[in-house]
């Protein structure tokens, strides 16, 4: 990749799409295009980046993004729903948005490379409308005939967080107790997001075309631990109970009631609580990128003067 070269970004107002772009900013690439379709954290990326193009745009329905993709010598495709109670939403956004790319990019006299982000949950034993839609999204890139690498990332954390650790951060500091599901002693492998950006621009500029990667977090810990552990980064006092499985998971089937977009859903919960590892291969030696120390990373993702403050909406 050169610095002139041009990156299409989908998703790019979300986690991964926004730290990304910080990166690619910090070695020097310019032309940068970020779509998403959320207005409110399309016009974050747009304080935080005038510099780049953004555009707001529901990539489910044709429309002028598409000519976005003209002269791009690469492609992150990266939109994806990771919450919500409506399946219909989950397949417009991971299945019918990434097939109408797919025929864009195709069409294009020289297509560009795309670096395809999966997720860890193709191989996750959980069902639910995230996992089988991914699923259905991996299969269609693989099968598109373009030039691609897959990433298959575990959870994430870091700056603009709005879903997981972030959400968890923001909640344990406004209230005195923090309910942990039955005894939290199931075991997580978090990717800080830092990371998992550096190994995207590895493989811009490398190129591995028609490979899989499954990107795990180095260091395995339980979901109490990790919960411990930004209790204490973020200074807050609240005291961690644990509650049954099933009391939780009615707490939050009554809350989904009154909320109709909520952080985190019962068939979150149901995937949250299942006992399982993801491979781990050497991606730092692979790609060249030194991993970030999980206490290191929270420290990052949290007190950062920047962009640690900066949070997006749902």
């Not at 016009?43 to 780049?52: E, G, K, S, Y």
């Amino acid at each position: 990749m050169n610095s002139d070269d041009k990156i299409v970004i989908t998703g790019g107002a979300g986690l991964v799409g926004q730290n990304l772009i910080v990166r690619l900013k910090q070695r020097g690439f310019g032309q940068i295009v970020a779509i998403d379709k959320h207005p409110a954290n399309t016009a974050t990326l747009r304080r935080l980046h005038p510099d780049i193009t953004v555009i707001e745009a529901d990539l489910a329905e044709p429309g002028t993004w598409e000519s976005a993709f003209t002269g791009a010598s690469a492609v992150v495709l990266n939109q994806a729903q990771i919450g919500g109670l409506s399946l219909v939403d989950f397949e417009r956004i991971n299945v019918v948005a990434s097939q109408r790319i797919l025929d864009v990019v195709r069409g294009q006299p020289q297509p560009p490379f795309i670096v395809h982000i999966s997720s860890s949950v193709v191989n996750s034993r959980a069902v639910d409308f995230y996992t089988q839609t991914k699923a259905a999204q991996e299969k269609l890139v693989l099968a598109s005939g373009l030039p691609c690498t897959v990433l298959r990332p575990t959870l994430m954390f870091g700056w603009f967080d709005r879903k997981h650790l972030g959400w968890l951060a923001r909640f344990m500091r406004k209230v005195p107790v923090f309910p942990v599901p039955g005894r939290g002693d199931y075991p997580r492998q978090p990717l800080y997001v830092g990371d998992f950006c550096n190994v995207i621009i590895a493989c811009l500029d490398r190129r591995f075309a028609g490979r899989t990667f499954d990107i795990s977090g180095l260091e395995q810990m339980t979901y109490v631990d990790i919960i411990r552990q930004i209790k204490d980064v973020v200074g807050s006092r609240t005291v961690i109970i644990r509650i049954p499985f099933r009391l939780f998971w009615w707490l939050l089937r009554t809350y989904a009631v009154f909320d109709k977009d909520p952080p985190f859903t019962t068939r979150q919960l149901e995937a949250l609580v299942i006992p399982e590892s993801f491979p781990v291969i050497d991606w730092p030696g692979m790609f060249g990128c030194a991993p970030t120390p999980f206490r290191t990373a929270i420290d990052q993702t949290f007190r950062d003067p920047t962009y640690s403050r900066v949070v997006l909406e749902f």
